[in-house]
C-alpha cells in the first residue's frame, strides 16, 4: 500500500519562505509524476506543481510560476515544494500525490490524474 507523508507546513508572514516535503513508501517513486496540490477553505483542491518521472519537467500554476520550486529525490522517495515570498492567499492544506500512470508522457494538472494522496500540510501565510 502505497503512503505518502507531508511535512514542513507552518504558519509564517508574507514574504517568508518554506520547504514540504512528501516522503512515500509503499511504492518506488521514480516511475511516476508527482505532484503538489492545494486546498483553502471554501475553495476546491486545484493544482500547484507537477515533475514528471523521466525527465523532471516540471510545471506550474500561473499563481506560483516563479515563486515555488518542485524538486524530487528519488533516492530517497522523496518529492519537495520550495515556496519563497509567499502570500496570504498561498494559505491552504497542501497535498503531493502520485500520478495514477507510470512514466505517463504528459504532466497531468488534475486531481483525477492522481491515485495516491497525502493527508495534507497546512501553511498559513499572515499579512
Known amino acids: 500500500q502505497v503512503r505518502l507523508v507531508e511535512s514542513g507546513g507552518g504558519l509564517v508572514q508574507a514574504g517568508d519562505s518554506l520547504r514540504l516535503s512528501c516522503a512515500a513508501s509503499?511504492?518506488?517513486?521514480?516511475?511516476?509524476?508527482m505532484g503538489w496540490f492545494r486546498q483553502a477553505p471554501g475553495k476546491e483542491r486545484e493544482f500547484v506543481a507537477a515533475?514528471?518521472?523521466?525527465?523532471?519537467?516540471?510545471y506550474y500554476a500561473d499563481s506560483v510560476k516563479g515563486r515555488f520550486t518542485i524538486s524530487r529525490d528519488n533516492a530517497k522517495n522523496t518529492v519537495y515544494l520550495q515556496m519563497g515570498s509567499l502570500k496570504p492567499e498561498d494559505t491552504a492544506v497542501y497535498y503531493c500525490?502520485?500520478?495514477?500512470?507510470?512514466?505517463?508522457?504528459?504532466?497531468?494538472?488534475?486531481?483525477?490524474?492522481?491515485?495516491?494522496w497525502g493527508q495534507g500540510t497546512q501553511v498559513s501565510v499572515s499579512s
Open positions: 515533475i514528471s518521472s523521466r525527465d523532471g519537467r516540471t
Open positions: 509503499g511504492r518506488t517513486l521514480n516511475a511516476y509524476a
Open positions: 500525490a502520485v500520478d495514477s500512470v507510470p512514466f505517463r508522457r504528459v504532466i497531468v494538472t488534475t486531481t483525477t490524474g492522481y491515485d495516491y
